[in-house]
């Protein structure tokens, strides 16, 4: 059970690995300080051994004189103490005899600044009776050097000590830091990760369920910006769910109202063959004008109820005179905006791969938005011109307009359904959907559609299609 805690709490794992680090730096710093406790313990017999020199050089009662001698033995555990000077030796106190084991010298004299790091795990581990010689200067006038025997196993006891009271403390100034830094990491990061993660895990449960109403994070750092993000991806997805709830209803609506027109339309088709086989010349030109246009109402009703089906009906791409698909586009537009004079530069033999219906949509969709930005300026010249560039294996076919051009949110989203409504100018009304579609219908036949220039002269499209 703690084990699945540790593994699984990204908390625990923080405060075990505070911990972990803090007791590592102890230990990089703890053989230095163990080798300086060494030569401090050491340093510190060393003087106290001169003020005894000093004490007994001033003190000829020897009453006196055995006080302070007994006091220091048991305040320092130094078993003989002697004197150098001139070359001969002094015995202090103690006696040679008392000496057994080996004899290490030690000359504090040389020791410098920086002790030896081995030195204190060889006092350490040692189990021997051996005797430690050590060398230090005299604060005496007139002799040379004081000379110590201690037992090695009074600074390998002291050491053990130090040692062991060293590693509580670590241990201690560990869980204190570890605690401290965990509560400053928990409160920073650690916290608002877990919220983080709450939020997430009931986002994937039910998106549309909000929460208590959360204020947006003001974090100028890494976490804010992570808040701030999820907030925004939420408030972007909900508001995605939503729309695709009204397709979803507009779409069943739309499929329905097209069965029935279907049904209407194909009322129609029997009355436009009857007027195409008309004698009079004039009204079988429009019966036949009116055959084609029903046909093509019919068919989009028949891909609207295959797209609400999921089935997408390829376009049935051959060798079309694009200007005369142009033509019919355009004249049945003009018919609806009298006051846009239409010209068409395409050469009429110009041939180009396109299925005719998807073609006649898109020139339709980009001359009936042209035409109502223009109409909706009351401008006395409003033009509407198709040039074209002849690639080596395309076309680009140009359509421009005299209108008022492109607002700047329109460019933003211009081909996305239900986002570029205002396509043109403010007075005209629109779903979104024409230029939507006509960018798709481009795409599926190895083309495409984009937007060359808008200003305030006017708008230029530009609509690429495999050449014949």
Known sequence: MIDGFISRRLSSKLLLLTIGFVMLAEMLLFIPSVALERQSWLEDRARQAGLLAQALTGVPDYQASQT??????????????????????????????????????IDLRESGRFPSLTAPFSDLFSDKTDSLRVMA??????????????????????????VRNIFWLSVFIAIITGALIFWAMSAMIIRPVQQLAEDMTAFRE??????????????????????????????????????????????????????DLRNVLTSALLISDRLS?????????????????????????????????????DPQIQDVRIAFTIGEAAADVTAQFPGTRFRNTIP??????????????????????????????????????????????????????????LPDRAR?????????????????????????????????????????????????????????
């Open 348 to 405: 009429t033999d110009l041939m180009v791969r396109t299925d005719p219906d998807h073609a006649y949509r898109i020139f339709h969709n980009l001359f009936r938005n042209a035409s109502q930005a223009m109409a909706a300026t009351e401008s006395p010249n409003r033009v509407l011109k198709v040039g074209v560039d002849i690639m080596k294996d395309s076309v680009d076919l140009r359509i421009s307009d005299t209108g008022p051009g």
């Open 206 to 259: 039910d998106p549309e369920k909000r929460r208590a109403r959360q204020v947006r994070s003001k974090r100028h750092d890494e976490i804010g910006q992570l808040q701030r993000e999820f907030t925004d991806l939420k408030q972007s997805l909900r508001a995605a769910f939503r729309q695709r709830e009204r397709l979803a209803g507009l779409g069943m609506s739309v499929a329905k109202i097209n069965h």
């Open 68 to 105: 302070l001698t007994d006091q220091f033995v048991a305040d320092t555990d130094v078993m003989v103490m002697a004197a150098k000077r001139d070359g001969m030796t002094e015995l202090v106190l103690g006696t040679p005899g008392e000496i057994t084991g080996e004899v290490i010298m």
């Open 137 to 162: 200067a005299s604060p005496v006038d007139g002799q040379d050097a004081i000379e110590l025997i201690i037992p090695r196993n009074k600074l390998r006891w002291a050491l053990r000590d130090y």
């Open 277 to 313: 086989m008309n004698p009079d010349e004039k009204m079988s030109t429009m019966g036949e004008r009116l055959t084609r246009t029903v046909e093509r109402g019919i068919s989009l009703t028949e891909d609207v109820l295959s797209y609400s089906k999921a089935e997408t009906a």
């Open 412 to 468: 933003e989203n211009l081909f996305q359904a239900f986002s570029g409504g205002q396509a043109h100018s403010a007075g005209t009304k629109s779903t979104g959907l024409g230029l939507s579609i006509s960018k798709e219908l481009a795409k599926a036949q190895g083309g495409d559609l984009c937007l060359l220039s808008s200003d305030e002269n006017g708008t230029t499209f530009q609509l690429t299609l495999p050449k014949s």
